[in-house]
């Protein structure tokens, strides 16, 4: 199985900006498309970011040109550097990894969170 870390959250004032990490450990070697993901207060979880092996990386509406993800096959993580934060950005934004080339019962990894706080 594939394990996420999440890194980098914390409270930030709107206008500034943050950047998350996610560390993937285990058998990496499953993993396809990467992506961020976050769930606001009362909401359900949306994606933000969707990062496939090859290929341009997708956003939601919501974030385009003020986040940017990236990933490091290399060193086996991803990034979100998050800029022009708004009150609405607050969440908790999640790493997931695809991670169904190889034979697991869950299709998808999950990392733990990080809560990202954005004042207003």
């Known amino acids: 199985q594939v394990q996420l870390v999440e890194s980098g959250g914390g409270l930030v004032q709107a206008g500034g900006s943050l950047r998350l990490s996610c560390a993937a450990s285990?058998?990496?070697?499953?993993?396809?498309?990467m992506g961020w993901y976050r769930r606001a207060p009362g909401k359900e979880r949306e994606l933000v970011a969707h990062?496939?092996?090859?290929?341009?990386?997708s956003y939601a509406d919501s974030v385009k040109g003020r986040f940017t993800a990236s990933r490091d096959n290399a060193k086996n993580a991803a990034y979100l550097q998050m800029s022009s934060l708004k009150p609405e950005d607050t969440a908790v934004y999640y790493c997931?990894?695809?991670?169904?080339?190889?034979?697991?019962?869950?299709?998808?990894?999950w990392g733990q969170g990080t809560l990202v706080t954005v004042s207003s």
């Open positions: 997931n990894a695809d991670q169904s080339s190889c034979p697991y019962d869950d299709l998808d990894a």
């Open positions: 285990g058998d990496t070697i499953c993993i396809s498309a």
């Open positions: 990062i496939p092996m090859r290929g341009s990386t």
